[in-house]
């Protein structure tokens, strides 16, 4: 009996052993993920080195007056990023403006209105769209999209409203070609719903089913139950949707070169075309040289400032939310 009970207290020693935690091991797991987090940041700042390296000559020649001109002469060297600039953050703020409503309108209909048997079907269509190429929705908005949206829209909008005083000037059509800043607008406004509405959609399923019987229980109805319950438990992470969304909106090139109409002209009707920073990168970079080059890393510096500011402006948002 006692030579049992000895193999018993050996046996559970050696289980203990085996299966205790190895200070080798998980020192060498935190090195890891130490050097990983340290190899991104590493990357990040090698890419925003080199792109300030390229952009340098084009800051220091124009100095300020490269933010705030809006030339672009390929023949005399004088370049501006003005114009790429404005058409950026105006195309991305239409994209949030049409995008965002649409996206929890689908999110909310399909946590708390589609039937059971048509939320699995719908949810696929909406998370099918952000698996098309760019490209594809360039195609389809040049040479789709744009005639109807100049026939039907630009055409009949620009009769009405000419002449007005600052509605005539926002929404009046020099020449009414279906491409331009509100077209670049509205289709990147389909490219990020799939994104913007399938986060919130899971954040919303999340939420505990007991906070809407409870809300139902006191005789709220359903448009006080999103906008008193749901909205407010999840608006942190739809703050951060958004801004994943204006993200994408800001950094896309080839759908938007399709249809923004490639202009380096300021205008202040959003149905005439206009230019990016992405889409004057992707048109010019590859013969650029020289100057020109130079020119090109600057604005893809400013994007990238433009992001990284977003991207601030995003955790600001949702500290402030969280506090709240």
Partial sequence: MAALTETIAIARTERTTRTGPSKGADALFRAAAYGSALLVLAMLLGILASIAYGGWPAFKEFGFGFLTSSAWNVGTEQYGALVAVIGTLA??????LIGVPLSLGIAIYLTQLCPGWARKPVSMTIELLAAVPSIIY???????????????VQTPVSNVVEGLPIVGTLLYARVPSGVGVLTAGIILAIMI????????????????????????????????????????????SIIGAIMLGLGRALGETMAVTFVVGNANRLSASIFDP???????????????????????????????????????????????????
């Fill in 274 to 324: 206009g230019s990016t920073i992405a889409s004057r990168i992707a048109n010019e970079f590859n013969e650029a040289d020289g100057m020109q080059l130079n020119a090109l890393m600057a604005l893809g510096c400013i994007l990238f400032v433009i992001t990284f500011f977003v991207l601030i402006v995003a955790r600001l948002l949702v500290r402030r939310v969280k506090v709240a």
């Fill in 193 to 236: 719903v799939p994104f913007v509405a399938s986060i919130t959609r899971d954040m919303l399923d999340q939420i505990p089913t007991v906070l809407r019987e409870s809300a139902y229980g006191i005789g709220c109805t359903t448009w006080e139950v999103i906008r008193h319950v749901l909205v407010p438990q999840a608006s942190v």
């Fill in 91 to 96: 195309s991305a703020f239409l994209a949030l």
């Fill in 138 to 152: 360039g195609m389809w908005g040049l040479f789709i999209f744009a005639p109807l949206f100049a026939r039907f």
